[in-house]
């Protein structure tokens, strides 16, 4: 199958190390130092002791890969105009458009179930609706991605969940279409698991709950998950953050759990706080704007996660990482 990658950073080129060596004709979407060591001698992923390396096609311009059976979208939030201007010359009459990113994508509230209770106003996730225009809705697939990478030297990731690496799949609508089963066949012989997500909000919110608080922590604190997590200074405060939490997403789907492990949490800085450190744009909106807006909406009282949220943007705004 041809798969396209757009926006292969850390996760992005760890998916496509496997899917290309599970047989598949991968091409990247990628820019910088990292294209142009992908270009000279590959792609690797290092998992522990293990190292992988795959030969992709690689270009920072779209048109150059040709029309693609499945295009993943792996970029965060804050790049996905770039998809937008770069989309079409990948797509065929059929090709879909995994959109594979943390927070509250900007396609949530399209083909939405009767059964969930009624969004809020996410126009601020799509300002202008140019995903809107340049995505017709039987392309869009969502996607969550629960993976720590890496990318330790321009071409070379490393996988830090060895354990832990999948990419759940669904309708927007959550039919359970071939498509989806096709897609979810191919992910899991390629070592990236993709269990069942029947409904695809769910899953979004089952990884948000423990971003929106823990993650968002890590940024204001500057720590790994495994330094928030053992703080003694955090203890009482944590708990209370993810009590509300979860009550946001509990307004959504009454049976929504919190991600878990077993083992300590992972000595990893999530993404928010890789972003801040290197003075990149922050996933600010959908992390923490976006969650706060449906605890509007129904009618909630999240002081922590308020506070947090608004510590979380003025940090931002200080480095010029936010200007909403």
Not at 27 to 41: I, T, Y
Not at 137 to 160: H, K, T
């Amino acid at each position: 199958m041809r798969i396209c990658i757009f926006g292969a950073g850390a996760v992005g080129s760890h998916f496509a190390v496997r899917l290309a060596l599970a047989g598949h004709d991968v091409s990247c979407v990628m820019r910088g130092p990292h294209l142009a060591a992908v270009k000279a001698k590959g792609l690797t992923l290092r998992v522990g002791d293990a190292e992988f390396s795959a030969k992709v096609k690689v270009s920072d311009d779209p048109a150059t890969l040709g029309p693609q059976d499945v295009v993943i979208s792996t970029l965060k939030a804050t790049g996905l105009n770039s998809l937008v201007t770069g989309l079409r010359p990948l797509l065929r009459d059929d090709t879909a458009v995994v959109f594979a990113q943390n927070g509250i994508p900007w396609w949530y509230d399209i083909g939405i179930p009767a059964d969930h209770p009624p969004p809020p106003d996410l126009a601020f996730l799509d300002p202008g609706g140019a995903l809107r225009a340049a995505v017709a809705r039987n392309r869009i697939i969502g996607g969550v991605i629960f993976s720590s990478n890496e990318i330790v030297e321009p071409g070379v990731v490393m996988n830090l969940s060895p354990d832990r690496n999948m990419l759940l799949v669904g309708e927007c609508d959550d039919r359970l279409s071939p498509r989806i089963e096709r897609l979810r066949t191919l992910l899991d012989q390629a070592s990236i698991k993709s269990p069942p997500a029947p409904r695809i909000r769910e899953a979004i919110w089952t990884k948000l709950l423990t971003n929106m608080s823990m993650s968002v922590l890590c940024l204001l604190t500057g720590q790994t998950a495994r330094g928030v997590r053992e703080d003694p200074a955090l203890r009482d405060v944590i708990p209370r953050l993810l009590e509300e939490a979860d009550s946001i997403g509990h307004s959504c789907f009454p049976d929504v759990k919190r991600t878990t492990r077993t083992g300590p949490a992972p000595n990893h800085k999530p993404s928010i706080l890789q972003d801040y450190e290197q003075g990149r744009p922050m996933e600010i909106d959908v992390l923490v704007k976006a969650p706060s807006a449906f605890a509007r909406a129904a009618g909630l009282s999240t002081p922590m996660l308020d506070m947090l949220a608004a510590l979380a943007i003025r940090q931002a705004r200080e480095k010029g990482l936010y200007r909403a």
